[in-house]
């Protein structure tokens, strides 16, 4: 069992392994991702029914919901794998890192543009300063703040470790926005998905949900995917299997003239 | 369809704004998350496959 | 494990519990700032001061909701179930404003214990029905009150 562990542990180090299962992957998340976004998308804004209270801009929960737990659950990645960049040094969660944090920078500013959007119509704000909302605020900051470490430093382990640290320090903020409407009076109402409990919507409503989370988190992992693989690209230039590679699938066509002269 | 019109369905009873620009931004979001990438992998393959075959045909004849 | 790849992890570990501890602290000191937030009881018993913006909420009491004729002038009060204050607004309401709703208040407390309030605000609760769903609730309930008035 420890065995195995460690070896699958040792794969995941080794960018060519990546590059090549993610290649095999990224079909399969791309077709899933598409299909549930598109069928979620228009379930909820054509066939879902509307809130009795808030009518049809009830709509943006479809968006708001799944991007605001993304925005998390990308946190959560990107500490983890500052945790496991600064003990054990592999490159590819230094990789995975730099390519997490812009994705999960877009789905905060998305939660938090669409609750906005929602708030107007159903608050009658568009922003208070309430534990929620900048608990979610301090998320993009984190953010953001990340992603300039990542590129004020030149060297790219040095720049993974410095922007690890501050990762992990800023997870405290996690269970901050998870609790911050159960420990303090809040405008926004508790959580829409709760584990142990039922879901608080009839199946109309919540499947179209459930559809759009399953769609979010695939995309999530085929545009991780997709931006790990650059950076792969970029760091493994100068190794052979990338030039291995670059050759056996030639994106520019060789001119014949020149063959010819040699 | 929850609605009777397309006219309806795009003003949803006047919430319309709200729920198409939070769509609208939901889909450049999305879409820029996997563009971007793609575009940027295309530009670095065609950039190194060029320094490849550059640097190669020296390489080549020297072997040779 | 390596002790160097430990002694790392001890490190790290270290440092989450010290932010931990400070960002605990942190917000237990501001608890007061954060929140900001009176209930109707904390008004009545004097608690909220006179001389600063508040925010204050419940439920929006059924039947005393009072519009002026001529201006956008309202007066309301809100209830947490034990005591009562009255709110005065002269805005647009938010659409979800109305009887039996949870609202909150910005606003500050005059000499006479009615809220003067700058903003006006609806909250909701997490449980989500389409109008159909919740118009059969009500019927349900009606007639198990009506059930229950007259056996």
């Given at each position: 069992m420890k065995d195995t562990l460690l070896r699958w542990f040792h794969k995941w180090g080794s960018p060519k392994w990546f590059y090549d299962l993610s290649g095999r992957w990224?079909?399969?998340?791309?077709?899933?991702?598409?299909?549930?976004?598109?069928?979620?998308?228009?379930?909820?804004?054509?066939?879902?029914p509307m809130d009795y209270q808030q009518g049809n801009s009830f709509r943006i929960i479809y968006l708001h919901v799944p991007a605001a737990i993304l925005a998390q659950s990308a946190y959560?990645?990107?500490?983890?794998?500052?945790?496991?960049?600064?003990?054990?040094?592999?490159?590819?969660?230094?990789?995975?890192?730099?390519?997490?944090?812009?994705i999960g920078a877009s789905m905060t500013f998305l939660a938090l543009v669409t609750g906005s959007l929602w708030g107007v119509p159903t608050w009658g704000t568009w922003w208070i300063w309430d534990a929620r909302l900048t608990s979610m605020l301090v998320l993009l900051f984190l953010?953001?703040?990340?992603?300039a470490l990542q590129d004020a430093i030149r060297d790219p382990s040095s720049a993974a470790r410095a922007s690890a640290i501050l990762a992990i320090v800023g997870v405290i903020n996690i269970p901050i926005i998870k609790y911050s409407v159960e420990w303090w009076y809040t405008l926004h109402q508790p959580a829409t998905f709760k584990l142990t409990e039922k879901p608080a919507m009839p199946m109309e409503m919540w499947l179209p949900l459930l559809m759009m989370l399953i769609g979010f988190y695939a995309f999530f992992a085929w545009s991780l995917l997709l931006r790990a693989r650059?950076?792969?690209?970029?760091r493994e230039q100068k190794t052979r299997w990338v030039t291995q590679l670059l050759d056996a699938k030639p994106a520019t066509k060789s001119d014949p003239s020149e063959s010819a002269k040699s | 369809m929850y609605f009777a019109s397309f006219a309806d369905f795009l003003s949803m009873q006047g919430h319309g704004i709200y729920v198409w620009a939070s769509y609208a931004l939901g889909l450049v979001l999305i879409l820029a998350n996997l563009l971007v990438p793609i575009w940027r992998t295309r530009r670095l393959r065609q950039r190194l496959q060029r320094r490849l075959q550059s640097t190669a045909a020296p390489a080549k004849e020297l072997n040779s | 494990m390596k002790p160097q790849r430990k002694q790392r992890l001890i490190w790290i570990g270290a440092l989450v519990i010290a932010v931990a501890f400070a960002a605990g602290l942190t917000l237990y000191a501001l608890r007061a700032n954060i929140n900001l937030f009176y209930t109707p009881t904390q008004i009545a018993a004097g608690e909220a001061p006179l001389d600063r913006e508040i925010r204050a909420g419940g439920m929006v009491v059924d039947g005393s909701v009072k519009r002026a004729d001529d201006r956008l002038y309202v007066e309301f009060a809100v209830t947490d179930y034990q005591e009562n204050v009255v709110i005065s607004y002269d805005k647009i309401l938010p659409d979800l404003f109305r009887e039996g709703q949870g609202i909150v208040a910005i606003g500050r407390l005059n000499e006479e214990g009615k809220l003067v309030a700058s903003q006006v605000l609806a909250k909701h609760d997490e449980n989500y029905m389409p109008p159909e769903v919740a118009d059969a609730l009500a019927a349900a309930e009606q007639a198990k009150q009506a059930a229950t008035a007259n056996p």
């Open positions: 990224m079909p399969w998340l791309a077709g899933l991702s598409l299909i549930c976004l598109l069928v979620g998308s228009i379930w909820a804004l054509a066939f879902a959560m990645l990107l500490a983890i794998l500052g945790v496991i960049t600064l003990v054990w040094r592999m490159k590819m969660t230094e990789i995975l890192a730099t390519a997490c944090a812009p953010y953001l703040g990340i992603m650059h950076q792969v690209l970029i | - | -």
